[in-house]
């Protein structure tokens, strides 16, 4: 009996899949157009090239999507059930070029031939979509463009990537969290929280996160944007008096570092930081740039807003983010106004002098910056996970607000992506990335999802050189190897 062999024309091709039985391959896309012709020989059962004349053919096409050029082509059309997920029914066009074929022929008995071979491959067809039909679901075949399911053999490679890093950067540890639609695949300390004490770090140690505070402030002030508090394109001078920019600088180019207020951290002593401090600097320097022509990150801007936030909520910035996130949404290690230090499973910082890890006094250099809105809050990675689930499901703020937030401000044309409110925007192989990084005395990390994947990866570290975006690219590309 002939094998019957599946091959693609040259159209765009898009994902499919297949079914397979012995000797037979039936594909279905619902752009791409296919063609089934017969072989006597089994071992060209799944090979591209054919040694038949392209006239004698079985083309099936979705009528959803099939080409004009299909249509011109002579055709048996008959309803057949779809065998998607969708349940649905969809029309399935059968066609052959039958007079192309009978020009090839020189006998009857070759003309014969031919109809009889039409038909068996004819009758082939309607019998797999009908087994399909009833309920028996064929093998689908690896998406190549797809993620790589988490088995156990990315383990010891993700845990290679990581003890390198740990050697390569003289880490004291970190703490690693990869998650999928929310749930956690992967979670895992390496290193320790405390050398001295031998203290190992885990998925349940606690870091300051520094700069990826501003996520959670940025979603204060959208929260109390909801609640009709405020209004993001309101002049900052409205919530913060005393300001000499106050009604040139709105809420909005705080938000997205477009407002020209110049960084605190150029003009003081890290060691003598305070918030009336950081605010009298802030008050008393001038504009570096025209607010809303350009961008320039600025630590400031998240200090204005801290204090936007306690003036329309009428509470402590803490208390605000406490009961407005952190609570609501089980992130129980998650707090404002204390040092890792202080907590259960709270890390010591540490910084690298000459290639050796070396414990900072980030109690004494934290103790000041307790309630500091641009990078006061301390967390775990599993958290930080349920933070981006909370956040990107809509769970927090409502998909209109995110997708503002979500919005670059496209004001740096050497970055092509940009920075929205409070996330940074960015592209990692071809997948797009909801991002931010964070440092501060003895503590690096980074928080980064990517929305369209369902995918998290969160990185924290004791130690403040840790080089988290080069980590995190060579494990994404464990799970997406062939993308871009």
């Known amino acids: 009996m002939p094998a019957f062999v599946l091959h693609r024309s040259r159209l765009t091709p898009l994902q499919s899949r297949a079914w397979r039985w012995p000797n037979r391959r039936l594909r279905r896309c619902s752009r791409e157009m296919f063609f089934v012709r017969a072989s006597s020989d089994p071992s060209v059962a799944h090979s591209k090239k054919s040694p038949f004349p392209s006239a004698r053919r079985v083309i099936i096409a979705s009528t959803r999507q099939i080409s004009a050029r299909a249509m011109q082509r002579p055709a048996v059309r008959f309803g057949l059930p779809s065998i998607g997920r969708c349940g649905a029914r969809q029309e399935c066009e059968t066609a052959m070029a039958w007079r192309g074929a009978v020009a090839h022929s020189t006998t009857p008995v070759q003309c014969i031939g031919h109809f009889i071979m039409w038909l068996t491959m ?4 309607c019998l797999a979509v009908t087994v399909g039909a009833q309920g028996t679901r064929p093998a689908v075949a690896a998406e190549p463009s797809g993620p790589k399911p988490f088995d156990s053999s990315l383990r010891p490679q993700i845990d290679a990537l990581a003890h390198e890093a740990m050697k390569a950067q003289h880490l004291a540890g970190f703490s690693l969290a990869i998650a999928r639609n929310g749930t956690i695949i992967y979670a895992q300390g390496y290193g320790y929280r405390n050398v001295a004490e031998r203290k190992p770090a885990t998925a349940h140690t606690v870091y300051n996160v520094g700069s990826i505070t ?24 409205d919530y913060v008096p005393g300001l000499p920019c106050g009604r040139l600088v709105t809420l909005r180019q705080l938000l997205n570092h477009t407002s020209g207020v110049a960084d605190y951290l150029t003009i003081l002593n890290n060691s003598t930081l305070t918030m009336p401090k950081a605010l009298a600097a802030i008050r ?23 204090v936007v936030v306690q003036k329309a909520s009428a509470m402590p910035f803490d208390d605000f983010v406490r009961q407005r996130i952190f609570r609501p949404f089980g992130l129980t290690a998650t707090s404002v106004g204390t ?11 540490y910084t690298v002098v000459k290639g050796r890890a070396k414990p ?15 990078g006061a809050v301390n967390t775990t990675v599993l958290d930080l996970v349920k933070w981006d689930t909370a956040l990107d499901g809509g769970h927090i703020v409502k998909p209109e607000t995110l997708s503002m937030m979500f ?24 997948h797009r990335e909801i991002v931010h ?4 005395t003895g503590f690096a990390g980074e928080n980064a999802t ?22 995190k690219r060579r494990i994404f590309r464990l799970f997406y190897p062939n993308q871009r």
């Open 407 to 430: 919005t670059p401000s496209h004001h740096r044309a050497d970055w092509p992506y940009g920075y929205g409110f409070g996330f940074g925007l960015d592209r990692v192989n071809g």
């Open 214 to 237: 501003k996520q959670f402030t940025a979603t204060a002030v959208m929260l109390l944007q909801e609640d009709g508090k405020l209004r993001v394109d309101d002049p900052v001078g």
């Open 122 to 125: 004819s009758c082939l067809i």
């Open 450 to 471: 990517f929305p369209d994947d369902g995918f998290d990866i969160v990185m924290l570290s004791n130690t403040d050189t840790f080089q988290e975006d080069v980590l």
């Open 284 to 306: 008393g320097s001038r504009l570096t740039f025209k607010p809303g022509s350009m961008y320039r990150y600025s630590n400031s801007n998240y200090i204005l807003l801290g």
């Open 360 to 374: 900072v006094n980030t109690k004494d250099d934290s103790a000041a910056e307790l309630d500091f809105p641009d």
């Open 339 to 349: 040092t890792p230090l202080d907590m259960r499973d709270g890390a010591t910082g």
């Open 437 to 440: 990084e964070g440092e501060w």
